[in-house]
């Protein structure tokens, strides 16, 4: 460890504040976010502390540590440390903050909370603020490009879904011939592909020639699960909590004797996952690659496309909000609202014919593998930045070793 490190505690280098209570009938909307432990929580029209900063649970997620860029306003949920740039490097502060444990440290069984005086005694070392700005601008910058990844994969997401809705539920190439338009964004050929005219349907009018279905005409439901006859002695679990969004965390790696009971569902290439308990959480994905035995929990819906060109149609029309927004609101139980996989598998949709089908699929299909490619990339990242972190936070590893970790990660 470098000798350049100085020996502190959390309260002498970022004293921890706590936040002030606003009620929602006192906020008004505004350009300031409103920070509870949970993170965002609405906006107000004027901040609370005017510099950037960060907010740390006190109750409800104790010891969530959660980065705000600009002026923001924490409730009384929270504590917060607010930037001093001549003391320290706000962005070195929360990475710091990230590697202690503080969720750890709750101290009331009955109402998860966080105690300042136990956070405030525990020792860091803290180096220059030059060496603080090089390591948060090093750590930031990691976090950047996995932000973008992420954001260019919603947008590659909302492109793919206004491909489908256009197609399959407003059927403007349709409506397009009946006018006597050609379909805007579409050659000759492919417009050729769809009707000029409508027919009534239990769904109401659909272009002439197609039929009403479900997902469960295209695709299987929880096609294969391991047993303890055919199960591999080792798999990579993916479990509800671990994606959002079709935003995976990666998938942990279980002996199969030692899996959760519920590490059941095999999941293959092309195979869609759509939560089942409390499926207005969006725990839905895509699996692009499934290599190395890769499971998800018996709380996921998987639909399996039964031919490849229904790859694309399967996820788009599954994870569409409106049919999540179906699903969330026909979930009971309790504290575990659910539905049944068979919900998902029934969900409604107008099948086109094959040659429709095949042409949406060579479009769209690319787009989700692009998605996926960004996907793994951001995973990387992700996995890089969280084993370099506690090391390089802590002095055990110099600057110029981290960036040339991350070169070799990333050749």
């Not at 973008?148 to 879904?161: G, K, P, V």
């Not at 790859?311 to 994870?319: D, E, G, K, N």
């Amino acid at each position: 460890m470098s000798s350049e490190w100085v020996a502190s505690t959390v309260g002498e280098f970022c004293p921890f504040k706590y936040g002030k209570g606003l009620p929602e009938r006192a906020r008004v909307a505004g350009s300031f976010p409103v920070m509870s432990s949970a993170g965002v929580v609405a906006s107000h029209k004027e901040p609370l502390v005017n510099s950037a900063g960060i907010v740390i649970g006190r109750k409800g997620t104790a010891g969530s540590v959660t980065f705000a860029p600009g002026p923001f306003w924490p409730i009384d949920t929270a504590f917060y440390v607010e930037d001093d740039p001549e003391n320290r490097d706000i962005r070195f502060t929360y990475y710091l903050l990230k590697t202690l444990g503080l969720s750890e440290m709750n101290s009331d069984s009955a109402v998860p909370g966080l105690n300042r005086e136990n956070a405030h005694a525990v020792a860091v070392r803290i180096p220059s603020l030059a060496v603080q700005a090089q390591i948060a601008h090093f750590l930031g910058t990691l976090d950047d490009r996995i932000t973008l990844l992420r954001e260019t994969n919603a947008t590659l997401d909302a492109i793919a879904q206004a491909l489908f809705k256009s197609w399959f539920v407003d059927f403007d190439p349709v409506r397009a011939k009946m006018e006597g338009r050609a379909p805007e964004g579409m050659d000759e050929a492919t417009a050729a592909l769809f009707p000029d005219s409508f027919e009534e349907t239990e769904l109401g009018v659909v272009p002439r020639g197609w039929r009403v279905g479900v997902l469960s005409d295209v695709a299987s439901l929880n096609a294969q699960s391991w047993t303890a006859r055919n199960a591999p002695a080792e798999l990579n679990y993916i479990d509800l909590s671990g994606v959002k969004n079709n935003v995976f965390d990666a998938p942990q790696t279980y002996a199969f004797s030692d899996a959760p009971s519920r590490a059941r569902r095999v999941l293959r290439s092309g195979d869609c996952i759509v939560g089942t308990v409390r499926p207005g959480n969006r725990s839905f994905g895509f699996i692009a690659q499934a290599d190395n035995n890769l499971t998800g929990s018996t709380g996921f819906a998987v639909l399996s496309p039964k031919q490849t060109e229904l790859v694309a149609f399967v996820y788009l029309c599954a994870t569409r909000e409106e049919n999540i927004d179906r699903l969330a609101s026909l979930a009971d139980g309790g504290a575990y609202p659910a539905v049944k996989p068979e919900l998902v598998a029934a969900t409604k949709c107008v099948l086109p014919t094959d040659d429709v089908m095949k042409e949406f699929d060579g479009m769209a299909k690319p787009l989700l593998a692009s998605i996926s490619a960004n996907s793994a990339q951001a995973q990387t990242l992700s996995t890089l930045r969280d084993t370099l972190l506690p090391r390089l936070i802590s002095g055990q590893l110099r600057l110029p070793e981290a960036q040339a970790a991350a070169e070799e990660a990333l050749a």
